[in-house]
């Protein structure tokens, strides 16, 4: 797997920065955090929800997943904003790296203090989802606790059933996953601040595969490191409809 960027700069406020390296010696970031702010979760998941009202079944792939901190926020956005939620879930959720999907499917989760403010910014209860833990949760290679990177550290916390009940963690590629898929105009596919880490070729087979598997309707969500990628689907048939957030046309 060949990596085209690197940011050797980590970000400020993270549940975690382990960074790996892909068999041909190339660093690969799980760096995450609940509710990313340069996404709009709340606008997203209005329009995923009304998208999908006359929709029985739902598809939700998560591709890139790291330790679940983006699927947890996925789901309390669906919860604290939406009756009948149910068909969304469970989030089926992907990452290549066994030891941060060993991670999340241990069920805690390790918090930087300053998200809790978000929580508390939407209203939401934030002991209703997270409970601090007495086990540490230690990810090998993650640099974060004792690195001093930031200035207030993470705490390890308990995830609630209520969410850890609505997604299925697979330790498995996004390639071989999209491969498989079957799509019936009803897919959700979150593939965030991943393929970024891709060259050009690995972009444009990746969204190749997504065009041809995805049906007209069918979600791609992108993050706010992929811009490329989104230039990327508006060549292969796909339709901005808010940012970052594609439809198949
Ligand atoms: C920077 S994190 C992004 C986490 C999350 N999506 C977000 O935006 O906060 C990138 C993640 O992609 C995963 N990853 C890299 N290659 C992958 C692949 N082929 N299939 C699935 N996950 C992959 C890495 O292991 C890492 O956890």
Redo the contacts with the bound molecule.
């Keep these: 797997?060949k990596i085209s960027f690197y940011p050797n700069i980590q970000p400020g406020f993270c549940s975690n920065t382990r960074v790996?390296r892909t068999e041909d010696g190339n660093p690969?970031?799980?760096?995450?955090?609940l509710f990313?702010t340069e996404f709009d979760w709340e606008k997203a998941s209005d329009f995923m929800v009304k998208h999908f009202k006359d929709k029985e079944d739902l598809q939700f792939i998560q591709?890139?997943?790291?330790d679940g901190?983006?699927a947890y926020t996925q789901i309390i956005t669906l919860l604290e904003n939406h009756d009948n939620v149910d068909k969304f879930f469970p989030i089926q959720a992907?990452?290549?790296?066994t030891e941060?999907c060993n991670a999340a499917k241990s069920g805690l989760l390790n918090i930087n203090i300053t998200d809790q403010y978000k929580f508390e910014d939407r209203g939401i209860d934030f002991k209703k989802y997270f409970k601090k833990s007495d086990k540490e949760l230690n990810i090998d290679t993650d640099t974060l606790k004792d690195s001093g990177r930031q200035s207030r550290p993470t705490e390890t916390f308990k995830v609630s059933k209520t969410l850890t009940d609505r997604v299925k963690f697979h330790n498995?590629?996004?390639?071989d996953i999209l491969k498989e898929h079957k799509d019936n105009s009803n897919t959700v596919i979150m593939c965030?601040?991943?393929l970024f880490?891709f060259s050009d070729r690995q972009i444009d087979q990746f969204t190749t595969l997504a065009a041809y598997k995805l049906k007209k309707g069918s979600l791609f969500i992108t993050?706010e490191h992929d811009q490329k990628v989104n230039l990327f689907l508006e060549l292969k048939g796909f339709i901005r409809v808010l940012p970052n957030v594609y439809m198949k046309a």
């Design positions: 797997m790996y690969i970031g799980t760096y995450t955090r990313r591709f890139a997943s790291s901190s983006e992907y990452d290549i790296d941060i498995e590629s996004m390639f965030r601040n991943v880490f993050g």
